[in-house]
């Protein structure tokens, strides 16, 4: 089996989200269970450096912006092969992936994320520069979308194709005129192709030309099949419901385990649990400023800073749960408004309220450590990870049930309590006041203690590990063949 794997960002070498931790993990518990991979992402600046990568094949020049190279490498933890579009002019500059260093959409993401598209088309054809070709094409989100596209535009033998959906609000939408310079005849351009209310969609041409389609939790594949959750392609995918599967990210324990994690001050398992907890939270709380009081509930935020993740709801109840006593350490980055709100707060409430602006992988990691009570309002979440690193840190999340969030996380009732499945505290509607009365629970079981540690460690026993989720892949897989077509037994497919 032959799998080529394409991503716009791929942890460590480039992150701006739970996509990067998906397109290093699984990719690598598939290469355990004996698949071989290879792994597609841009050349931005220094990933090159860092995969040891050196040219291996000239691309072309498809859309008349200059030559682009295909360089070859490895992915520093995996090992797994890594192809790299090379493109300086598209791909290697000053910001993030997608944004400039003000937070600015690049303007020329279109012909960026084309050009990858175009790249792992290519990779899969006869034509293709490198002697290696896959059976199976497992693309991710937007950025890709216009491979599925492509390979339908072109013809011929071509390999079985995945498309999975991380959010379905990112979309890719650019200018109809886009259409012929990057290649496709207009005939595409229409409701039963690429076109969405008068854009050219990479994530519609996913939607449309993928054989099989899936996202990243069970709950949110029935979500975005409504209006609620589907901004507006709904209708498309109910459509291909039948193509429609939902398949439960993972987490990466060898990452993310405090008994084995070098970013804390101690390590810690369900044994440790009391001592591993309170010398991380003391940790934290001097590190950020925070007044050291291990009586007082620490509420830990790693996250995008908007309104898709509640960010403006947990502003509303900070005053009342901060009257209560409860500190709030915030990692994350966003919305400008919403930075500068929480800086505010911060600077209003020294020792109770720490923000950090950006992104940082160990004190995230800290955080989950020192932290108490993950705090995750999403109004959608397709998957989430943070809460689930969270369980195994003995931190309860306290999450609105939508998506991955509810597929992870089970209610302290008092049922799950009796039967010892609670894992954490969930709120059913994304409302302030829900919000709120669902903090107020949490830090009533912190400080009542009766509960506590016996959720912690119902919550540290969770296994979310990538294996059930690279062997339900695996069966997707061996239900495509070449060309795109069902096989019509497992027996005979031929991968």
């Avoid at 006869?126 to 896959?134: I, Q």
């Avoid at 400008?336 to 209003?348: I, M």
Wanted: net charge neutral.
């Amino acid at each position: 089996m032959r799998l080529l794997f394409a991503s716009s960002e791929i942890y460590p070498l480039a992150k701006t989200g739970g996509l990067a931790d998906v397109a290093a993990s699984l990719p690598a518990a598939l290469g355990r269970r004996g698949v071989d991979v290879r792994l597609l992402m841009p050349a931005y600046a220094g990933v090159a450096v860092a995969a040891e990568a050196k040219a291996v094949a000239r691309l072309g020049n498809p859309f008349g912006l200059g030559d682009s190279l295909l360089l070859e490498g490895h992915h520093p933890d995996s090992g797994n092969k890594l192809w790299l579009l090379d493109h300086p002019i598209l791909f290697n500059r000053a910001g993030g992936p997608y944004q400039d260093a003000a937070g600015a959409d690049w303007p020329d993401n279109d012909m960026r994320f084309a050009l990858l598209a175009w790249t792992a088309a290519r990779l899969c054809r006869a034509e293709s520069p490198m002697a290696w070709k896959p059976n199976l094409l497992h693309l991710n989100d937007w950025q890709t979308g216009l491979a599925a596209a492509y390979l339908r535009a072109w013809g011929g033998a071509r390999p079985g194709v995945v498309f999975t959906i991380h959010n379905m609000a990112y979309q890719g939408n650019f200018a109809a005129e886009r259409v012929p310079q990057l290649g496709f005849p207009w005939s595409f351009y229409t409701m039963q192709g690429f076109e969405f209310w008068g854009r050219l969609s990479c994530l519609k041409a996913g939607l449309v030309f993928a054989d099989k389609l899936t996202t990243v939790s069970p709950t949110y594949a029935g979500e975005i099949q409504t209006p609620s959750f589907g901004f507006g392609m709904d209708g498309v995918l109910a459509g291909r419901a039948k193509d429609l599967s939902g398949i439960l990210n993972g987490a990466d324990y060898k990452v993310w385990d405090p008994a084995i994690d070098p970013h804390l001050p101690q390590r810690y398992g369900p044994d440790q649990l009391v001592d591993g907890k309170a010398a991380n939270k003391a940790a934290v709380q001097s590190d950020l400023g925070l007044d050291t009081n291990p009586a007082a509930p620490l509420l830990v935020v790693i996250s995008r800073l908007s309104d898709q993740k509640g960010m403006d709801l947990l502003l509303a109840v900070m005053p009342a749960v901060l009257r209560s006593g409860a500190q709030l350490a915030l990692l994350g980055s966003g919305d400008k408004g919403l930075e500068d709100a929480f800086s505010a707060l911060a600077a209003a409430r020294p020792g109770q309220v720490a923000v950090h602006i950006g992104y940082s992988e160990g004190l995230a990691h800290r955080l989950q450590a020192g932290g108490d009570l993950l705090l995750m309002p999403s109004r959608f979440e397709p998957c989430g990870l943070s809460q689930i690193y969270a369980l195994r840190y003995g931190t309860l999340p306290v999450v609105h049930g939508t998506g991955g969030l509810a597929d992870t996380v089970v209610d302290a009732t008092f049922d799950a309590l009796l039967n010892r499945t609670a894992t954490g505290f969930v709120f059913d509607q994304p409302t302030a006041s829900a919000f709120q009365w669902c903090i107020e629970r949490a830090v009533g079981f912190f400080r009542s203690g009766e509960h506590w540690r016996p959720l912690q460690r119902q919550a540290m026993q969770q296994d979310f590990g990538w294996d059930q989720a690279a062997a339900r892949y695996l069966d997707l897989y061996r239900s495509l063949r070449p060309n795109g077509a069902p096989a019509k037994s497992r027996r005979k497919a031929h991968l």
